[in-house]
């Protein structure tokens, strides 16, 4: 087996409260001198930047997984992370469909900027991305895994925009690869907090606004190969894969 580090919720310019020099091109030029294995790119509500920096990080031997954090009717973050474009596609669709109808004002919230390679910008989003869906949190699981992708509610330690803070519990049939939590806290002291939580496993992720974020909390992949598969049987902690916050 080998071990990789990731950091599976890095958001790019495209998120309104991601900083301008989040750029695919920085990003991947960031991760690569911080000696992340394992990228995960999760702008809010959309997948429009995934397909661009995984072709970009192939050159510099970055393995990337594209989705999004999704923000559920309750106000849940939520990380959905899927294995090709085909999937990364049929998302966005279901995104553009359910995204509330709110015009994102650039002075109060951020620009919202699709760019290509060189940071030219090729569109803007006009609906605001940190808005929520209208689908439940257990909606949302149930359409990710419909497309055979991995369901991971965001940063679960923090008192808002997560599960706890929103529901106070786990839902009992909700059906998690994952869970996330914060640099805030550590996965022993969670376990500690939350009972609840043993039979879960748990991820450590940067949720990287600013460049000198991305890498700031990672998690080990102890698995043969880069590969979609091998993370998804990490996180299920299958034919001794595993997975532990770094």
């Known amino acids: 087996m080998n071990r990789y580090r990731a950091d599976l919720h890095v958001h790019t310019v495209l998120s309104p409260c991601g900083d301008l020099e989040m750029?695919?091109?920085?990003?991947?030029?960031?991760?690569?001198?911080?000696?992340?294995?394992?990228?995960?790119?999760?702008d809010h509500n959309s997948t429009k930047h995934a397909a661009l920096i995984k072709k970009l990080a192939e050159k510099e031997g970055i393995f990337v997984i594209g989705g999004a954090e999704v923000t559920t009717r309750e106000e849940i973050h939520c990380l959905a992370l899927f294995e090709n474009n085909d999937s990364l596609v049929k998302f966005q669709q279901f995104l553009d469909a359910h995204l509330a109808d709110v015009k994102n004002k650039p002075g109060i919230f951020g620009y919202q900027v699709?760019?290509?390679?060189?940071?030219?910008?090729?569109?803007?989003?006009?609906?605001?991305?940190?808005?929520?869906?209208?689908?439940?949190?257990?909606?949302?699981?149930?359409?990710?895994?419909?497309?055979?992708?991995?369901?991971?509610?965001?940063?679960?330690?923090?008192?808002?925009?997560?599960?706890?803070?929103?529901?106070g519990f786990i839902p009992p049939d909700l059906k998690a690869d994952a869970l996330e939590i914060s640099k805030q806290v550590s996965e022993e002291e969670m376990r500690n907090r939350h009972p609840g939580l043993k039979g879960y496993t748990l991820i450590g992720s940067s949720d990287a606004h600013y460049p000198d974020q991305i890498g700031s909390r990672t998690s080990i992949f102890e698995m043969e190969r880069r590969s979609f598969a091998e993370i998804r049987k990490a996180l299920a902690g299958e034919e001794g894969r595993k997975v532990w916050v770094e």
Do not use: W
């Open 23 to 42: 750029s695919p091109a920085n990003i991947v030029s960031i991760a690569a001198r911080k000696g992340i294995d394992i990228l995960g790119i999760t």
């Open 114 to 167: 699709v760019v290509d390679e060189d940071d030219i910008i090729l569109e803007e989003e006009e609906k605001l991305l940190i808005s929520a869906v209208n689908k439940s949190l257990e909606e949302v699981q149930h359409t990710v895994h419909q497309l055979d992708g991995l369901f991971i509610p965001a940063h679960i330690d923090r008192p808002s925009y997560s599960m706890f803070s929103q529901l």
